[in-house]
């Protein structure tokens, strides 16, 4: 059995990144290391003094005692193994951040990955660990936090919530995790770690229980984000008129089925009725409704991306549906009109639903 190292390293300086790197340093739990992926990171950090500052309350507080390394030097990789990797890259940036790191991780690795959307954990397999005895432990956290940037380095912790952690598997990977356990250093010491900082929140739930509220997330995600950010509203206004009420319904009847059969598939025992109900349309609906009404006056993330000019993580959202459709059989020609609309970065009115979603036409 491998050793434990102690060392946190965390890829991804986004403001969840920058939230959870704080208080785990401010824990002292374990040693934190940055790494840093792009030169203007390098010169944020240095500019910041080499410390993160989380705004609580309208208080600032200056977390210092950190190490960083430059993955995107050429030297990078060989500069150890990497035990404990919190990855909270942009989905889509997330391969390529990997890349430098490939040979530090190994079977004794643990990853978790602190992200939006789905499908990561496949991506980085594919590209990276395709033997399954030499991949890394795979965990995935959903984080209800609420955190927005005040400058590099800096962010407001404007709403206290949780990191809810769980295994996760790749889709190839038919052998139980706990199996996986036995056979190298214990990947609970992340986890450990987590724990100690308490303004995290961090509690562990099953593979199982996990999964299911990802989907559920990524029904939320992937009717409020791309909808906001085409008819350019915030999250409570999306639902005031009842054509866009009606294409939510039509969008929710192409997920519903794949979300309860990708998950009636990925658990290793029959799932109970009462799970796989809870992804009807009507479950789902109502979901959504409730989360657009607890966020009625914030601007959806992805309609935030639009303003700004930025990429947006449509395709591990809507994308993820899509691919697992085609999969199987599920036809999802709205979620793939979403997708066209917001990669084209085009707002629309509400007369033009009927003539741009033919398939309203249905309902």
């Not at 989905?91 to 430098?100: C, I, N």
């Not at 989360?291 to 993580?313: H, V």
Request: hydrophobic letters at 35%; a positive charge.
């Amino acid at each position: 059995m491998a050793p434990i190292c102690k060392t946190i390293h965390i890829l991804g300086l986004g403001n969840l990144g920058k939230l959870t790197a704080h208080y785990l340093a401010a824990s002292k739990s374990a040693p934190v290391t940055l790494l840093l992926h792009r030169p203007e990171q390098v010169n944020q950090w240095e500019e910041a003094g080499q410390c993160t500052d989380v705004v609580t309350n309208g208080r600032s507080h200056i977390q210092g005692n950190f190490q960083y390394e430059k993955t995107f030097e050429s030297t990078n990789g060989h500069a150890g193994q990497i035990y404990n990797l919190i990855v909270a890259t942009k989905t889509y940036a997330t391969t390529e951040a990997l890349r430098p790191l490939r040979a530090r991780l190994n079977e004794d690795s643990t990853i978790l990955f602190l992200q939006n959307g789905m499908g990561t954990v496949d991506e980085v397999t594919r590209s990276f660990f395709v033997t399954p005895s030499g991949r890394p432990h795979y965990y995935t956290g959903i984080v209800s936090h609420g955190v927005y940037a005040k400058r590099a380095f800096s962010v407001v912790h404007a709403g206290q919530g949780s990191i809810r952690v769980g295994a996760a598997r790749p889709s190839d990977e038919r052998e139980s995790f706990t199996t996986r356990i036995t056979r190298t250093a214990s990947p609970k010491y992340l986890l450990e770690c987590l724990r100690k900082a308490p303004v995290l929140s961090m509690t562990e739930e099953s593979e199982e229980r996990i999964l299911h509220t990802q989907l559920q997330k990524l029904a939320i995600n992937a009717v409020i984000n791309p909808l906001t950010a085409i008819f350019d509203c915030l999250n409570g206004q999306l639902f005031d008129n009842p054509q866009r009420l009606t294409l939510s319904r039509l969008l929710l009847s192409e997920i519903s089925p794949v979300l309860s059969r990708v998950f009636a598939s990925s658990t290793r025992e029959k799932p109970d009725s009462e799970a796989i109900s809870s992804f009807s349309v009507s479950s789902l609906e109502q979901i959504v409704l409730d989360a657009a009404n607890r966020s009625a006056q914030n601007i959806s993330s992805m309609r935030q991306d639009m303003l700004s000019g930025r990429r947006t993580e449509i395709n591990y959202i809507n994308g993820y549906i899509v691919e697992q459709g085609a999969k199987l059989g599920v036809d999802c020609g709205i979620n793939q009109t979403l997708i066209q609309l917001i990669n084209g970065r085009r707002k629309i009115s509400d007369a033009e639903i009927p003539e741009i979603f033919s398939n309203a036409k249905r309902n």
